[in-house]
């Protein structure tokens, strides 16, 4: 029920779309009647191109039109951020592969039977643009006057509410954050911050040998790392000669790099890998989220450096360590240009200093999810009779809960215990906020199904200290969700059938 790592993920987005300014090209006027015949006779043949078939991924299909305009879309955001383009082949290949790991998404959120609705899309941008200080209606102009029509924009929002739908339906569910883990990861911050942390994993010197030497503590090993890459894919079914070349491409992408030029740039430019738009950025990650071929690929790899070559199942990597816990302190980002400051308690937002009260809600619900058999009628129906039941019934609503409720704290009667603001989806909070103490709830919609909702008590809390430790099992929740989801995505793609028909083609041509 968290909705906070959507929101912040569209609101980068938007900040970005907000601040760039694309290039607009120019039509070049039509010469004499000839001209215009021939013209118009390239363009029906480049339309028929256009619907051309670049990959079959299971029985979807992606066309040469729906690549072309992400492509488009590539470059004038290479172009905002003054970075040389690289070929037409690289961007091509790599946005495939981002349109065939969106497809098998899409293809598992219908399996799942996940429905991104119009309330939920907009409800989505009213809360990007409050964040911005903003209205929609003032978003959409900004979003047009970048260039970007506002219908591929409301899509890129759908999906990205779709995934996080998926993400949660089946990750994170597997994923429990201990209080051990928070304690652990809130000393080594300390730690990190008052500078009693290795500046690498290579072991200290030993010191000069007293008479009787006290033993000195082991370097610790650090608990995260961020590593970018950079890509050569080895496709499935390569021949020898195919992969010598493959291999000998990476070693002259490893040559340039070691020779001076910039591993995002070249990363961006001929990596293979689908974070090359973020210059092979892979984020930080604890150490136990990354492929042991990379642990060991690095072990001897200083901060800021770069790897040998590693082979993996799915080509050539070339590995740059960005940074270990306890290592020097990253470059200060670039100036941030001004936008709208996040509110304290919000992804990004100010650490609270001090008392930070809060009222929280205590409140127990009973959920009743959608399926292929149980549609949206017949939940809200079935959750009428249930309130009757308990309204004018006499019934317990702890006792309806553990008899019909599909949530997981059905067995403790839908209890959700004390919520602070945020914690819950908006339909959900918007409709318990206006509720009395001991009063149930008409049927709520969210992305979950269907609630009833009780509210038990409030009250206003110090949640200083429990905003600190939040904040952390967040973060570790986020990371380990993340490595999770990659390692799903995986799964799916390797037991699907994937026909690369671009790829096939620019082998066969030798590009």
């Not at 981002?98 to 899409?106: M, Y």
């Not at 936008?339 to 619900?365: D, E, I, N, S």
């Not at 939940?379 to 949530?407: C, H, P, T, W, Y």
């Not at 008590?457 to 600190?468: C, L, V």
């Amino acid at each position: 029920m968290k909705s906070t790592t959507i929101i912040r993920r569209c609101f980068t987005w938007l900040t970005f779309l907000g601040l760039s300014t694309f290039a607009l090209t120019s039509t070049a006027q039509l010469g004499s009647q000839n001209q215009n015949r021939a013209n118009t006779a390239q363009k029906s043949a480049t339309e028929r191109d256009a619907d051309g078939i670049v990959a079959v991924v299971n029985k979807d299909v992606i066309t040469r039109r729906e690549l072309d305009s992400r492509v488009r879309i590539t470059k004038r955001e290479l172009a905002a951020q003054r970075i040389q383009a690289p070929p037409d082949s690289v961007i091509e290949a790599q946005i495939l592969q981002r349109l065939i790991t969106e497809t098998l998404e899409q293809q598992e959120a219908r399996r799942q039977r996940i429905d991104v609705t119009d309330a939920m899309t907009n409800s989505a941008m009213e809360i990007i643009a409050k964040r911005n200080n903003t209205t929609v209606a003032v978003m959409r102009k900004q979003i047009e006057g970048a260039g970007i029509n506002w219908s591929d924009y409301t899509a890129m929002i759908r999906r990205e509410i779709m995934v996080e739908q998926l993400r949660q339906r089946v990750v994170d569910s597997t994923i429990f954050v201990s209080d051990a883990d928070v304690d652990a990861y809130l000393r080594e911050q300390k730690a990190r911050k008052e500078g009693n942390l290795p500046l690498s994993v290579r072991p200290a010197p030993p010191p000069p040998p007293p008479p009787k030497p006290q033993p000195k503590p082991q370097a610790a090993t650090p608990a995260i790392m961020g590593l970018a890459q950079i890509l050569v894919r080895v496709p499935e079914g390569s021949s020898e000669e195919e992969v010598k070349a493959l291999r000998a491409k990476a070693q002259g992408l490893l040559a340039r790099v070691r020779k001076g030029e910039s591993f995002e740039a070249v990363a961006k430019a001929s990596s293979d890998g689908p974070e090359a738009s973020r210059g092979g950025d892979m984020g930080v990650r604890p150490l136990s989220g990354w492929p042991d071929l990379f642990l060991k690929g690095v072990a001897g790899v200083p901060d800021g450096r770069v790897s040998n070559i590693i082979q993996s199942p799915n080509g050539f990597h070339i590995l740059k360590v960005i940074g270990r816990a306890g290592g020097a302190p990253p470059p200060p980002p670039p100036e941030p240009k001004p936008q709208a400051a996040p509110a304290p308690g919000t992804p990004g937002g100010p650490v609270p200093q001090g008392p930070m009260p809060v009222q929280q809600t205590q409140a127990r619900h009973i959920l009743i999810k959608t399926t292929a058999v149980v549609t949206d009628e017949i939940a809200r129906q079935r959750l009428e009779q249930i309130r009757q039941r308990i309204v004018q019934g006499g019934e317990s609503f702890s006792d309806m809960a553990k008899r019909f409720s599909n949530d997981s704290s059905a067995p403790q009667g839908g209890v959700l215990g004390w919520l602070n603001p945020g914690e819950t989806v908006p339909p959900f909070e918007k409709a318990m906020n206006a509720l009395k103490e001991g009063e149930v709830s008409q049927p709520v919609q969210s992305q979950f199904g269907w609630h009833l909702i009780i509210v038990d008590g409030r009250r206003t809390q110090d949640m200083a200290d429990q905003f600190i430790r939040n904040q952390a099992r967040q973060q570790i929740f986020q990371q380990r969700s993340n490595v999770a989801f990659e390692a799903w995505l995986q799964q799916v793609r390797s037991q699907s059938f994937i026909d690369n028909r671009l790829e096939k083609s620019q082998r066969q041509s030798g590009r």
